[in-house]
């Protein structure tokens, strides 16, 4: 059992950014993926990027070129960088992990809002 644990929500105001983290309790290294999805008040959640073993990123459009995802294997932690950030991120920021089986944390509130 992997227990995911996101930190870095909070408020900030549009333009500006945050670092969201996940760690998790055991190892990345054998996860496919690990990613990030996002919920917004009453919808779906939705996938906002994701990293690959490899350390191939993809992003959904909406957030191509102001958001980044990375890796670190040796802190068994995944981040997403958020620039230029818009009210429409407001969101409940989640981190998935791919594998055998799927973890997912139990999210995070990023609020974007003057």
């Known amino acids: 059992q992997v227990q995911l644990v996101e930190s870095g929500g909070g408020l900030v105001q549009p333009g500006g950014s945050l670092r969201l983290s996940c760690a998790a309790s055991?190892?990345?290294?054998?996860?496919?993926?690990m990613g990030w999805y996002r919920q917004f008040p009453g919808k779906e959640r939705e996938w906002v990027a994701h990293?690959?073993?490899?350390?191939?990123?993809y992003y959904v459009d909406s957030v191509s070129g102001r958001f980044t995802i990375s890796r670190d294997n040796a802190k068994n932690t995944v981040y997403l960088q958020m620039n230029s950030l818009k009210p429409e991120d407001t969101a409940v920021y989640y981190c998935?992990?791919?594998?055998?089986?799927?973890?997912w944390g139990e999210g995070t509130l990023v609020t974007v809002s003057s």
């Open positions: 055991g190892s990345i290294f054998s996860f496919n993926a």
């Open positions: 998935k992990a791919w594998g055998g089986v799927d973890y």
């Open positions: 990293i690959t073993s490899g350390g191939r990123a």
